[in-house]
Every structure is written in structure tokens, then in C-alpha cells.
């Protein structure tokens, strides 16, 4: 599946109407469907315009980086069928939260996995079908690095702590900061982190996850397990 998106949700990035994010993403969907109408599509957005009109057009799936806590995006996603990838995140008066990556913060993921929780109950009890939902712990959105190093270690309780199964998660760490912080380069740009993207994914694979959003294509020195198809 081909994640398609026209808002940037980086630290410090400044945020679309619904109607400019439109605005970007319609020639974009209009030309897949024309084109490439066996791909499936994600369509990553937090607004209801885009949403609506991109079911419209027959993306397969809404990814929210707000967790659908927009209630006339919940109303639509419940009112849809397509899939949902609903990420956890932190708002204050609608605005994404994002601290001092590597300043103080918590230690533990426990305030992580409750608003997980929380993600998954909102649609659970908007009587979406859980088959639908792909929950994502949302690594790097309101946590500082210590906090994500500590959701990244409760990967292997996650499932059994939200009694949610292990395959209906989608891990997005790919080209994130956490990884840059973890091999103790803090300073590697983005685009250089596809060789510790891969690292991340192969140790989230050993633990039963299978949804995987990636920016690229594993680097081409890489071996890739038999089993392993992207």
C-alpha cells in the first residue's frame, strides 16, 4: 500500500486547512487512479474535507495521525468502510505537541500506552469493527527520546497489554529521530537513517509485526531475509 499525504506533521512544520491540503492532493489521487488503479492507497490526513473526498476517489484506507479525534473525521470514518490506521499522538488546542527531543521527559511508556488505549476504545466505541483498525504507537509525536526508547522496549508486552493483536499494529519509526538517537548519532540527517530504518524493522518483525510504514526501499548493500517481501 502507497501512503499518500500533503501535510507535513515534522517538528516546527506548519499546519494545512483542509482545503489546501486538498488542494495538493487531488491532481496527485486523480493521477493514480487514472494510472496506477491496482495500488492501493493511505491516504495520511487529520481533516474531514480531504478525507471525504479522497473515499471519493477510492483510497483504501485513512492513516490519522491524531488518532481520529476529530469527531467529524470519526463520524466519516465510521460512517466508511475502508481500513483506519489510527496513530496515537499529543494535542494541545488542536495543535500537535512536540518537545525538546532530547530533553527531560519520561522514562517509561506507560502514559504512551494509555493514550494508545484510548485511541483504540474512541473507535471501538464509534462501533468501528476492530478488523478495520491498525493501531501506531506514534514514536517521536509529544515523546521525547528516553520515552521512546521505553515504548520501543514494551513492543514485545504491547499486544497483550492493550489486548489488541500483535499483526493489527503498524509500527512507523522509518527515518525518525529515535533511530538516529539510539545509534548515538543524533545529528544524521533523515535521509542517511534507511540502514537503521531497516535495523528497527527487522527487530519489530521478530516480534510478530507485520505492518511496517517505511519512506524507502531497503539500501542496497542489505540482505533481506527469504521470507521478507515488501
Known sequence: MLDVG???TRPGAKRLEGTQEWARLEPVLSLFGQR???????LDTRHPLPAERGLALGVAALNDVTGFSNPALLELASCSS??????????????????EYGGAGLRSADAAIRELALVRDRLLDAGIAPERILLDPGFGFGTTFQE???LWAALPALPSLLDWPVQRFCIGVSRKRFLAWRANQPDLPPR????LTWKAHHEALELGYRVLRTHTSFPGHAELPGDLQY
Open 192 to 195: 542517511d537513517r534507511d540502514a
Open 82 to 99: 475502508c481500513g483506519l490506521i489510527a496513530m496515537r499522538s499529543r494535542l494541545q488546542e488542536g495543535e500537535l505537541v512536540m518537545p
Open 36 to 42: 496506477l488503479s491496482s495500488i492501493p492507497l493511505s
Open 148 to 150: 521512546d526508547l521505553a
Open 6 to 8: 500533503a501535510e507535513s
